[in-house]
Nanobody, 125 residues
Framework: QVQLHESGGGSVQAGGSLRLSCTAS????????MAWFRQAPGKEREGVAC???????LYTDSVKGRFIVSRDTAKKILYLQMNSLQPEDTAMYYC???????????????????WGQGTQVTVSP
């Protein structure tokens, strides 16, 4: 069974940076697509970034140019480098993975089979 564990969240001031990590176990790290989602209080969960097995990436417009998603298939780790953080980036961030998906499109992996427990990111003004 695939298990995902996020880490790296925390509190930063606006303009700061954080790097999130998602460690995967229970499957071959090179298979399938992986993604980051976030959910702020009172809001729906939204896709942030997705990466397929060929390292093609997909970002939501609000993070383009600020966030970078990457994966280390040998170590089975998904990363999200977040730069120029803003208060509106405050949310719980979740990692998702689906070994049956070789493409992030059309839904950015919203229907992924496996999810982590999340890590909190808080950005103060």
């Amino acid at each position: 069974q695939v298990q995902l564990h996020e880490s790296g969240g925390g509190s930063v001031q606006a303009g700061g940076s954080l790097r999130l990590s998602c460690t995967a176990s229970g499957y071959a790290g090179s298979r399938g697509s992986m993604a980051w989602f976030r959910q702020a209080p009172g809001k729906e969960r939204e896709g942030v970034a997705c990466i397929n097995p060929f390292s093609r990436t997909l970002y939501t417009d609000s993070v383009k140019g600020r966030f970078i998603v990457s994966r280390d298939t040998a170590k089975k780790i998904l990363y999200l480098q977040m730069n120029s953080l803003q208060p509106e980036d405050t949310a719980m961030y979740y990692c998702a993975a689906d070994t049956s998906r070789s493409n992030c499109l059309p839904d950015g992996l919203k229907g992924a089979r496996n999810w982590g427990q999340g890590t909190q990111v808080t950005v103060s003004p």
